[in-house]
């Protein structure tokens, strides 16, 4: 597994919501100083999100970004990337560290602290916890799990990194950390509704509203 140093700030691509292909989405965000960027893509066949993930895998590391892909180890094995978020009904971590190898960074989204203390024995690099709060990111969200539910997850996954998500924002961006995660992950509150220059604007404020 990688040695990872969680950024502050983990942005996520929605072509829908942003209305730019991904990679064009990575060279915004890594203009705003990203340096962690999640492909999150629900809609596209794998072959058209293969392209594009190859080609926002190249503009991220012209950026000096690193890029997981959300679910899909196959296409991030595929196009180059530099690991997988997996979700609770994806392929297993075991089996994604299996094909993409140690050097990969694994992620694993939980939704409660039961979730969270058995993904901090899996071959992981890090655990998500959320949503934090009510989010429109999702079609079906699990319950929200409030800062209290962050709290318990950093104490239930030791020194394993921590990444909070769902429906954060500057507002509330602090006070997540403040309980315990290393870094939060957002969709909404950097691309809705944004135009390209105020993409990479959202991306360096909440940077430096966060200390990164």
Known sequence: MSDLKLPRVYPITDVSLAGLGHAEQVTLLCEGGARLIQLREKRLPPREFCRQAEEAVRAAHAGGAR???????????????????????????????????RAAIIGYSTHNVEQAREAAAMPVDYVAIGPVFATASKER???AVGLEGVRRARAAIGRLPLVAIGGITRHNARAVVAAGADCV???????????PP?????????????GD
Do not use: F, K
């Open 141 to 143: 969200p699990d319950p």
């Open 198 to 210: 105020e993409i990479a604007q959202r991306t360096r404020e909440l940077l430096a509203l966060l």
């Open 67 to 101: 890029v997981i892909v959300n679910d899909r180890a196959d296409i991030a094995l595929a196009a180059g990337a530099d690991g997988v978020h997996l979700g609770q009904d994806d392929l297993t971590p075991e089996a994604a560290r299996r094909l993409l190898g």
């Open 185 to 195: 992950a957002v969709i909404g509150a950097i691309l809705s509704p944004a135009s």
